[in-house]
């Protein structure tokens, strides 16, 4: 393997396993701030260990989250320069205020509503978790923002001296489409994947007949959450498959397996390709479909891989612009079959809800633990779809990926340090899950406490106690 791709792959597994934790943090906080709200409406202790719980496996997947995500910014200098190089210029705004505004507002308050209870008044624990939940919206819009501006390119100029994209109208960016349609999945997405989770461990507790007073209600909550995140979930990806079709129809032919042009197109059940991924062996199709899901019509005209190639290279150059289309195609279908089955399982907890835990459908929320690991996977498909779908562009129609390496790295520096990645990365998500697992079933008793027991590093075996939260 060369450069190019040991550094894909690198950023690609590290980038996916960090973004394991990324849909949680941005949907379980907001619970965490209604659950902490109902113990400020009413003073009724259950609401207060609703939000103690779920705060502590909250935190948990926001500490993994930070370290995962700090190694992404390593590696832009490391193995990306001239990537960063081409786009700093108009990145350098749009992270700085992250960082420096939502980052911070973020964690700040987060550590005021972690250690702060009993210390400052009820009204300003509260406002901490709400501004907490405030601040990671916002973190989470200016990167997709940034991300967004990769996919659809606005704002810019080219420098004739450097060379660089060049940030000539923030407003452009801030109102790009492409980035908000891409933050409105998200946070759809961070909503359904906090409501499986919630709903998966709440199950738990309810057929074991443990502390059910305090799990119910946040069943409750989550099944109607869930069914409400499902729905936007598939709306905002429909939105996003119209505008593929204008900015990005390379990646819609791919996602849908589409070689040559069609008017109208019809939708892939399921098709196989050759060994080359690049031709049609055998297809089941609906007709008209993706007519009317690209366009809202049944007579739309859906261009082809191979029109779009020839186009780009009369556009770009010699070069192959058709991304791996195996990837796309099956990357899309796991993400959409997942999401279908989360709106299905919210949909069914809300029933139990409605009905009031029936035996009859109660015995059936035993599966429901079992679909806790459904939102992840979809999360990152979703994401491998997104990216993978606009190769060999890394900002679409600008700079290719192969031209925005660092042309100082060789293969043995790639290598030595995507296996090191790989394996902490690897251990981390491993210790998260483990702790996940253990913090789960512990109950809110545990979640309460204020100090823990800590071995000091000595012969001595003494014990002291160290006052923070566990």
Sequence with gaps: MDVVTLSRIQFGVTTALHFLFVPLTLGLIWFVAIFQTMYYRTGEERWRRMAKFWGKLFLVNFGMGIVTG?????????????????????????????????????????????????????????????????????????????????????????????????????????????????????????????????????????????????????????????????????????????????????????????????????????????????????????????????????????????????????????????????????????????????????????LTAYLKFTPRLLKYLKWMPYLIPAPFIAGVAGWVTTEMGRQPWIVQGLLTTAQGVSPNLTVADVSISLVGFVTIYIALTIVMIRLIYRFARQGTEAALKKSVDVELPSNTGTFIPVGAQD
């Design 70 to 350: 700090l190694v992404q910014e390593f590696q832009f200098g490391m193995n990306w320069s001239e990537y960063s190089r081409f786009v700093g210029d108009v990145f350098g705004a749009l992270l700085a205020i992250e960082t420096l505004v939502a980052f911070f507002l973020e964690s700040v308050f987060i550590g005021i509503w972690i250690f702060g209870e009993g210390r400052v008044s009820k009204r300003v624990h509260l406002f901490s978790i709400w501004m907490a939940a405030i601040g990671g919206f916002f973190s989470a819009l200016w990167i997709l923002l940034a991300s967004g501006w990769m996919h659809h390119p606005v704002g810019y100029v080219i420098n004739p001296a450097t060379g660089n994209a060049q940030l000539v109208d923030i407003l452009a960016v801030l109102t790009n489409e492409k980035g908000w349609l891409l933050f409105n999945h998200a946070m759809a997405a961070g909503f359904g994947t906090a409501s499986i989770f919630i709903l998966g461990i709440s199950s738990w507790y309810i057929l074991n007949n443990r502390e059910v007073d305090v799990f119910k209600p946040s069943f409750k909550l989550a099944s109607v959450v869930g069914v409400i995140a499902s729905f936007l979930l598939l709306m905002t990806g429909h939105e996003q498959g119209q505008e593929m079709r204008m900015y990005q129809p390379m990646k819609l032919a791919a996602i849908e397996a589409i070689w040559e042009t069609e008017q109208p197109a019809s939708f892939s059940l399921l098709t196989i390709g050759d060994l080359s991924g690049k031709r049609e062996v055998w297809s089941i199709r609906v007709p008209y479909l993706m007519s009317f899901l690209a366009c809202n019509n049944f007579e739309c005209e859906i261009r082809g891989v191979n029109d779009i190639q020839k186009e780009y290279e009369t556009l770009y150059g010699p070069g192959d612009y058709i991304p791996l289309m195996v990837v796309t195609y099956w990357s899309f279908r796991i993400m959409v079959g997942l999401g279908a089955l989360m709106l299905l399982a919210s949909a069914f907890a809300t």
